[in-house]
């Protein structure tokens, strides 16, 4: 038997009516996700899920689906802007982004990335980008990518009271460096490196890490050598979390097709067929009929 909660607002009669949508939730979790229910989540061996999201309506679906985490992922500058990486998006942005997810979550834990150029001059920087997510969008806590470049600032992030999650492997922010979007750390001296700044990033106070797009022996290794949760994207099953962007696993992006990514729909067309229909409809004057005017 599905829940009943307040939908959105819709447009009845004249007048604006809040509607009921009927949901059978994946777990039913009344509590909120802190860091802490990931950490307990991680000693109890139960996975965390966690997707993004950039927009109110999106994030409201997933949260009552019962996602755990919520990622307003720097991706929003693929997704949601057309741009060819991350590189472009802006704090603004971001927080405009993030302040839409906020207003419709009850439950999920939201991590929002901060962007490129935000973070990476020196600590100070970073802690008033990550001030600002905090205090204007109303965001749980701050994701950044790097390993011990970056320790300085995560320290004094998390000293500031600021819960910070790291990102490790295929750092897209790091993108012009690589030349290509190839599985990371494939060589010795890289997956050292990795190991070693999955350590550093819990040293300095890192709730959880992401490893994005790494081999899942290493990935596994790293998840066992660390207490934090460890939440995977193309990293294998052996970590403690896995993360998948909204639209690619929805199948609303189509020209995005890497190994990792299971498609759960195919949404797109679905999308393109009802327009089409609406279309037809329009043009053939079968919309609006009798029933559907004042
Ligand atoms: O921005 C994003 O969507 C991400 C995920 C791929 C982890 O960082």
Redesign the pocket.
Known sequence: MGIMINGPINYVSGKYKMMNVSHTPVSSKAKKVTTHVLTEMKMKGEKIS?L?AYDYSMARLIDQAGVDVI?V????SNVMAGHET?LPITLDQMIYHASSVIRAVSNALVVV?LPFGTYQGNSKEALNSSIRIMKESGGHAV?M?GGVEIEESVRRIVGAGIPVMG?LGLM?QSIYQYGTYVVRAKEEAEAEKLLSDARILQEAGCFAL?L?KIPAELATRVAKEVEIPV?G?GAGGGVDGQ???LHDMLGITQEFSPRFLRRYHTLAEEIMGAVGKYIKDVKTKDFPNSKEQY
């Open positions: 966690m993004t990622l992922g720097d991706s929003a991350t990335d994701k990518e990102h897209p992401v994005e939440i994207i993360v998948l962007v």
